[in-house]
């Protein structure tokens, strides 16, 4: 029985190999893996969770049709070249390559800087707090710290592709058991909770930046979903590492977003059952400094036990939930730099086109990195410019996702060959759906927050 699974395993990854063959290359990489509580509170982060994921649903579907069709690590900008006509390929496939990147690394940037900023917070707490004496690292102190995870994540990413596997397992392990363990845990301590009318339907105008119109709050408050639920293209970029690649690979793209839409949900009801006096959260005068999250939980925890170990618990499971999806990130960035760089679309793409003898793109890992801190170093200037970071992650990354899914709604409607996975006669509909949605998005996303 075990000879005929590998050999039935060696028959998947010659049929994978063949496919990428027809699509024109070789392989070479190894097979082997499978902010709105200040703007609308409550509403905007339960409901609007849903709605965001609704619509993100149908630009994951269109992926995932696409992404049966042509399983290569190339992903979006192949897609866009394939879909575009042979008139609009090279320029449809230089501009979404290049979104895609340069939001990838800046997705990289804001997810790792998130989590040295969450891991200042969780100093400052264990010394006393921000009212206590507590020790306020600096912004260089928090540069530093960002500057070691981006380091541990490229030491990561350069390992065999087994040990990135068992990391992405890690992650997934961790994040539904995280999720289970933190959303059982936090309304059981709380000793004051809010009622579900408040959880579903309590709607913050009181966002201390000048803004009024309930319209306007509701749009920019659900930009926390939307840059939440991003990154779905990395079992695309993984495809050439992966067995079945034409059917797990969009299963894969699927998967992330209905899970991420669950647990993530679920955990967000948790978290705004204990968010009852939302000003103070947001104000930078308490404990936290005004770092919300971290100030609930610390509330909740110390009006029970007279302690706040118990948030810091908390917040080191979300910070190891960052820190793993951190370093996804970076695997993201190098196999679509290694694919971009195979096509010559890169400044420099012979050096970046490498792998080394583990069959990893070992220098293109570390340019992910290297990037990244780059783009970090505008905190040290203007805090403005660097919050710009996670509009332009999610702005570059929705619209090169939604670039190969326009061309499959339009000009390649009639000639689109689908692969194993596809929508059918759903297809085009589910397809403008999406395309509609990262339109609407792209204009939310360049609007002004004060």
Not at 32 to 58: D, E, H, I, K, Q
Not at 227 to 238: C, K, N
Not at 273 to 294: E, K, Q
Not at 412 to 425: C, I, Q, T, Y
């Amino acid at each position: 029985m075990s000879r005929s699974v590998v050999v039935a395993m060696d028959a998947a990854a010659d049929a994978d190999q063949a496919r990428l063959h027809q699509l024109g290359y070789r392989q070479e990489l190894k097979r082997g893996l499978s902010t709105g509580l200040r703007y609308g509170g409550p509403v905007s982060m339960t409901l609007g969770w849903l709605v965001v994921s609704a619509f993100n649903g149908c630009v994951a579907l269109s992926m995932a049709e696409i992404c049966s069709a042509y399983p290569t690590s190339g992903g979006l900008y192949y897609w866009s070249a394939k879909l575009a006509g042979k008139e609009w390929a090279p320029l449809a496939s230089w501009v979404t390559g290049w979104f895609n990147i340069v939001g990838q690394w800046a997705c990289t940037t804001s997810v790792d800087f998130s989590l040295a900023q969450l891991l200042q917070v969780i100093i400052l707490l264990a010394t006393g707090g921000a009212n206590g004496g507590g020790y306020m690292a600096s912004k260089y102190v928090v540069l530093a710290i960002y500057c070691s995870i981006l380091i541990m994540h490229g030491l990561i990413n350069s390992l065999p592709i087994q040990w990135l596997s068992w990391f992405g397992h890690l992650g997934a392990f961790w994040n539904v058991a995280g999720v289970f363990a933190l959303t059982i845990l936090i309304p059981a301590v709380a000793k004051e909770r809010a009622r579900p009318e408040f959880i579903f339907t309590h709607f913050n105008t009181e966002n201390g930046m000048g803004i009024h119109d309930k319209a306007y709050i509701l749009a920019v408050g659900l930009l926390m979903s939307q840059y939440s639920v991003i990154g779905y293209d990395t079992s695309a970029h993984m495809i050439e590492e992966t067995k079945n690649a034409d059917w797990n690979g969009p299963i894969g793209i699927i998967t992330s977003v209905a899970l991420s839409t669950m647990f993530g949900w679920i955990y967000l009801v948790a978290l705004t059952s204990i968010m009852v006096d939302i000003p103070y959260l947001l104000s930078p005068d308490n404990d936290a400094g005004g770092y919300a999250i971290a100030q609930a939980l610390y509330t909740s925890f110390h009006r029970r036990y007279g302690t706040g170990a118990g948030a810091l618990a908390c917040l080191g499971v979300i910070a190891v939930a960052i820190f793993l999806c951190g370093s996804a990130c970076i695997t993201s960035n190098s196999r679509m730099g290694y694919a971009f760089s195979r096509d010559g679309a890169m400044p420099l793409s012979r050096v970046w086109y490498r792998v080394n003898r583990h069959e990893v793109p070992l220098n293109v890992v570390w340019l992910s990195v290297a990037v990244a801190f780059v783009m970090a170093l505008t905190s040290l200037g203007s805090q403005v410019a660097f919050q710009a970071m996670g509009s332009i992650a999610t702005l570059g990354m929705y619209i090169a996702y939604a670039l190969p899914v326009f061309f499959r709604v339009t000009t390649a409607r009639r000639s689109f060959v689908p692969g194993p996975f596809h929508l059918g006669k759903y297809g085009v509909l589910v397809g403008w759906a999406g395309v509609v949605w990262v339109a609407t998005v792209t204009v939310l996303f360049s609007m002004p927050v004060a």
